[in-house]
Each structure stands twice: as C-alpha cells, then as structure tokens.
C-alpha cells in the first residue's frame, strides 16, 4: 500500500520560504507524476504542480513564479518551495500521486500538512 | 482557467435518502471530470473518475453521471459515514482545478 507523508516547518514568517517534503513509502517514486496541492483553512483546494520522476515540472500559472517542486529518487521523496510567502499562503500543503491511467487526478494522497504564515 | 462551479454549497439529507450533488465546468470537459469525499482532518479520497467510474473500493451507491459542462454525484442511500465535503476536479486543461465543494450534512 503506497503512503505518502509530508514533513516540514509547520510557521514560516512572512517573505520568507515554505519547505515541505513528501515522502513516498510502499512503492516506488519511479513512474509516476507526483504532485502538491493546499488548502487554506476552511475553503477548497488549488492545484500547486507536479513533477515527473525524471525531473519535468509543470505549476500552476498563478504560482509559477515563486514555486520549484524537485525530485530525490535515491530517498523516494520529493519536494515543495514557495518563496515570498504571505499569509495568503497559510494551508494545509497535501502531496498527491497521479493515477497511473495517464489522467490527472489523484488517487493516493498524504495526511496534509498545515503551514502557518505569521511573525 | 476553467472554473468549477459546484452546488448546493450545503446538502441536508436525512440517511437513507438520496443525495445529489452538482458541479458545473466553465467549458467543456468531455468526461474529464473527477469526485472526491472529504472528511474532517483528512486528505481527499478520490471517490470517481471519467465523470462516471468508480475509484477502487468504492461502493456502488456512488453513480457519477454528466458530461461537457454539467455533472452529477449520486449517493442513492445515505449512510452514516457518506456525511462529509464533496469536491469534482477537472483534469481536462491545465491549470488542475477544483469546485468549491458541497457539504452533506445530517437533516
């Protein structure tokens, strides 16, 4: 049964960096397209990106410009940054694997992990 | 950006009743469309796929139905553990994007 977990600071300060690590247990990151998600406090989800096991990405438009997700195969996780973070940016982070039909929906997720942007 | 659009925002259902659920795309989908119930503190669990496939383990009184810009989430007969937050998520453009999602709750 593949899980997945994220780990990372739970309080970032502002126009600072969010770190967030997923870590893949139960089979193997190879193959797949694995992606980040979040969800503010109370409301819906917003699709962050994704990153291939090779190594090709793809963001969401409306983050593109201060997100890098990157992939470590030899420990089987891979990761988030988002620079300049606000408060705008307080949620709950989910890592999420793509479904291997070759569609992008999700079929395995982690818990969630809340990250809170304040001084 | 297409943007989903879902209602009711609140679904009170009594158990054992029907639920239906609805999720509009802002264009067409074909069937590129996907359900997932949320619990409490928990991750999403995708529920179905292809507007109308049921993910694995999913039980039968779950239908999806709809295509192009209209779809539908049925669950025939309410149980205690189907009270919860339902989103859809199109997977037919980029960017991935996801409704605002209905709440069933107990009547």
């Known amino acids: 049964q593949v899980q997945l977990q994220e780990s990372g600071p739970g309080l970032v300060k502002p126009s600072e960096t969010l770190s967030l690590t997923c870590i893949v247990s139960g089979g193997s990151i190879s193959g797949y397209y694995w992606h980040w998600i979040r969800q503010p406090p109370g409301e819906g989800l917003e699709w962050i990106g994704y990153i291939y096991y090779s190594g090709s990405t793809y963001y969401n438009p409306s983050l593109m410009s201060r997100v890098t997700i990157a992939v470590d195969t030899s420990n089987n996780q891979f990761s988030l940054r988002l620079s300049s973070v606000t408060a705008a940016d307080t949620a709950v982070y989910y890592c999420a694997r793509r479904e291997n039909s070759g569609w992008n929906y999700f079929d395995y997720w982690g818990q969630g992990a809340l990250v809170t942007v304040s001084s | 950006e297409i943007v989903m659009t879902q209602s009711p925002a609140t679904l009170s259902v009594s158990p054992g009743e029907r639920a239906t659920l609805s999720c509009r795309a802002s264009?067409?989908?074909?069937?590129?469309l996907a359900w997932y119930q949320q619990k409490p503190g928990q991750a999403p669990r995708l529920l179905m796929y292809g507007a109308s496939t049921r993910a694995t383990g999913i039980p039968a009184r779950f239908s999806g139905s709809g295509s192009g810009t209209e779809f539908t989430l049925t669950i025939s007969s309410l149980q205690s553990e189907d009270f919860a937050l339902y989103y859809c998520q199109q997977y037919n453009n980029w960017p991935l994007t996801f409704g605002g999602g209905t709440k069933v709750e107990i009547k």
């Open positions: 264009q067409s989908l074909s069937s590129n």
